[in-house]
């Protein structure tokens, strides 16, 4: 009898251990949700919100930012910017998110015509002066676009330049938004512009050289040439994405302008490779939808 009654106190310890070891981890908070859901639920609160209806922005760029050649052979034509512009015909980001008359005092235009990535950085000074709500960036393909494929910006100097703009930005702006376009794909460009004898006289001017030179050449050198080009371009692409990525408040635009379908329609009529006004207008609503977008 004896012997019964230690084997059922100890079989009732065990149990009521086995009890409140469970009991303990729920009031713990559950031991196999750590890092869990609700690990998750605290990460989100945290996480600031994107705000899909910013009251003021501005553009930092290049070339396709300042409208080259939309309106004008050789010039910029700020009017019709994606970003900034107040045409009706672009309709551009700033009109949509802050309405005409808002824009025309609560959007700057700091993008400059042949800017680099290493440009960048001053344009975001000019930039943070006007303490905008939202910036938005479309860089790097005049890093690509250079006299030949040996002078393209090393990857690893576009990165380190890109991080420098963005630090630039928070030093001042901590909060402001940012909205990065991908670099276009400047071989779909060319093989839509050297159709048009006109553009391919413009282009030998000196317009995107290791892309757009011997236009009409389909030898290996020449393929081989452009194919380096874009490589290049999606390797300043993912740069742009992991660098984007580690800051909570910007948004990189997932290669959309890259995976847009340039034709001609698009494309100005003087150039045959810079965005015309309807290309312009496209890159507007990219960017967009992209800007007000909700993230879940």
Not at 61 to 77: P, Y
Not at 99 to 118: C, D, E, L, P
Request: charged share 25%; aromatic share 6%; net charge positive.
């Amino acid at each position: 009898m004896r012997m019964r009654n230690r084997r059922v106190r100890a079989v009732l310890a065990v149990t009521g251990a086995a009890v409140l070891g469970l009991a303990g981890c729920d009031a713990l908070g559950g031991g196999g949700d750590s890092g869990g859901a609700g690990a998750r639920k605290a990460k989100a609160a945290r996480a600031p919100s994107w705000d899909t209806s910013p009251a003021s922005m501005a553009a930092v760029g290049d070339s396709i930012t300042r409208g080259f050649d939309a309106c004008t052979v050789l010039q910029d034509c700020p009017e019709v910017s994606w970003a900034t512009g107040a045409s009706t015909e672009v309709n551009s980001l700033a009109v949509r998110l802050l309405g005409a008359s808002k824009a025309a005092t609560h959007s700057w235009n700091y993008a400059v015509t042949g800017a680099r990535m290493a440009d960048l950085a001053g344009q975001m000074t000019r930039a943070v002066a006007e303490k905008p709500q939202l910036v938005t960036v479309m860089a790097g393909a005049n890093d690509a676009c250079r006299e030949s494929t040996a002078a393209m910006t090393p990857v690893a100097d576009f990165r380190a330049e890109f991080e420098e703009a963005l630090r630039t930005l928070r030093g001042s702006l901590p909060k402001a938004q940012v909205y990065v376009a991908s670099v276009p794909n400047l071989k779909r460009l060319w093989s839509q512009g050297r159709t048009n004898a006109l553009g391919k006289q413009i282009w030998k001017l000196g317009i995107c050289p290791s892309m757009l030179g011997d236009a009409d050449a389909l030898d290996a050198a020449a393929t081989a040439r452009r194919d380096t080009v874009q490589r290049r371009v999606e390797d300043y692409n993912k740069v742009l994405k992991e660098v984007c990525a580690k800051d909570t408040r910007c948004r990189f635009d997932g290669g959309a302008v890259y995976d847009f379908r340039f034709g001609t329609d698009q494309l100005s009529h003087w150039d045959w490779f810079h965005p015309g006004k309807d290309g312009q207008a496209r890159l507007a609503e990219i960017a967009y939808r992209k800007v007000t977008e909700r993230v879940t």
